[in-house]
């Protein structure tokens, strides 16, 4: 968020509800540039259905157990914290709503606490004329209307720049749910790489993970052929919700840690550029090993991390002690759910 406070909400007014002014908002899609376009579904009367969109848009996809979507999807507030975090790890900067004149006034509301969370631009298309309600849902928040189509387009196409000053066209963004070679089989990670054991002096505490000066690979070495190709696996992983489950999966996929190393992995394992994940070895932590992590995972193990500042958890505690319990029954629901082996090459 800028100092001042996020962007003031912008709402254009398409008071005939052309079709000309929807499709200028999903032309606006462009979420590698930080621009995020999402159409509501207002029927569906799921407590979260609204960030359920928003991870759709995302190009996200919730895990399916049975007839619910499992338990933290099902529940407002982890739905809209998943959303907050993918919003902030993607770096999405302008979001745009179609449809909010038929959203609830709960639903609207969601969307300007988003707005605070993540210091992002929101655009709200409003087809109809002004009403009371939209008055009365602004009365506390900076806005300003919008009424000819020209000045939305120009408003929907505009691409804020990143905070260094350059455009982000190289940004890993949000991708769509499959690859084109991707078959839909099943599949586990590339071959594991070793670690690098660390030491730790007597009596100390486990340090986090150190920053590394240079990571040049793109993909993990192996030690023997690869299983599966690394853009699918990424494809994949890309889609998963929930971003402890995909930063879970994503150190895995790298590292081959199993359950109970990934509990013991610290929000302050994973160094601040995302570069390389500490793997505690036990409780002992007498031959931790540090992975360097490709460039395709950084984005995805970065999640975590964002999620755990949102959720104010302490940084040296554990960032996976709820998905890795009970025989990590969500994290394998999960990984059912992109067809990925959660377990060691035999």
């Known amino acids: 968020m800028t100092a001042g406070g996020p962007p003031a909400v912008t709402v254009l007014i398409d008071k005939d509800d052309h079709p000309a002014w929807t499709a200028a908002a999903h032309?606006?899609?462009?979420?590698?540039?930080?621009?995020?376009?999402?159409?509501?579904?207002?029927?569906?009367?799921?407590?979260?259905?609204?960030?359920?969109?928003?991870?759709?848009?995302?190009?996200?996809?919730?895990p399916k157990g049975g007839e619910t979507y499992g338990t933290w999807a099902d529940s407002q507030r982890p739905a809209w914290d998943a959303v907050a975090a993918w919003i902030l790890t993607h770096r999405i900067r302008h979001l745009i709503v179609c449809r909010t004149d038929r959203l609830t006034t709960a639903r609207q509301?969601?969307?300007?606490?988003?707005?605070?969370?993540?210091?992002?631009?929101l655009t709200l298309l409003w087809h109809r004329p002004v009403t009371i309600a939209l008055r009365t849902l602004l009365e506390q928040t900076p806005?300003?209307?919008?009424?000819?189509?020209?000045?939305?387009?120009?408003?929907?196409?505009?691409?804020?720049?990143?905070?260094?000053?350059?455009?982000?066209?190289?940004?890993?963004?949000p991708t769509?749910?499959?690859?084109?070679?991707?078959?839909?089989?099943?599949?586990?990670?590339?071959?594991?790489?070793?670690?690098?054991?660390?030491?730790?002096?007597?009596?100390?505490?486990?340090?986090?993970?150190?920053?590394?000066?240079?990571?040049?690979?793109?993909a993990p070495p192996g030690r023997e052929q690869i299983r599966t190709p690394v853009d699918v696996l990424a494809a994949r992983l890309t889609t998963?919700?929930?971003?402890?489950?995909?930063?879970?999966?994503?150190?895995?996929?790298?590292?081959?840690?199993?359950?109970?190393?990934?509990?013991?992995?610290?929000?302050?394992?994973?160094?601040?550029?995302?570069?390389a994940v500490k793997v505690h070895d036990s409780t002992a932590h007498r031959r931790c090993q540090l992975y360097a992590l490709p460039t395709w995972a950084r984005c995805l193990v970065r999640a975590a991390g964002i999620h755990g500042q949102l959720k104010d958890r302490a940084p040296d505690s554990p960032l996976f002690p709820l998905i890795t319990a009970?025989?990590?029954?969500?994290?394998?629901?999960?990984a059912t759910g992109i067809r990925y082996t959660l377990g060691h090459h035999q």
């Open 176 to 218: 769509g749910p499959a690859s084109s070679l991707d078959d839909a089989q099943w599949m586990t990670s590339p071959a594991w790489p070793d670690g690098v054991v660390t030491d730790r002096p007597k009596r100390a505490g486990c340090p986090g993970a150190p920053d590394l000066t240079s990571t040049k690979s793109s």
């Open 240 to 275: 998963v919700a929930h971003p402890l489950h995909a930063t879970a999966l994503t150190i895995h996929a790298v590292t081959g840690a199993d359950l109970n190393r990934l509990a013991l992995i610290r929000g302050i394992d994973i160094n601040e550029t995302a570069t």
């Open 143 to 173: 806005y300003h209307l919008i009424e000819t189509l020209p000045q939305a387009r120009a408003v929907l196409n505009h691409t804020e720049p990143s905070p260094d000053g350059t455009r982000r066209a190289g940004q890993q963004g």
């Open 109 to 121: 509301k969601q969307l300007l606490a988003l707005r605070e969370r993540c210091g992002i631009h």
């Open 326 to 334: 009970q025989g990590g029954e969500q994290l394998r629901l999960t």
């Open 27 to 62: 032309t606006a899609h462009e979420p590698a540039l930080g621009l995020l376009t999402v159409d509501p579904s207002p029927a569906n009367g799921a407590p979260a259905a609204l960030a359920h969109d928003l991870l759709y848009a995302l190009g996200k996809r919730l």
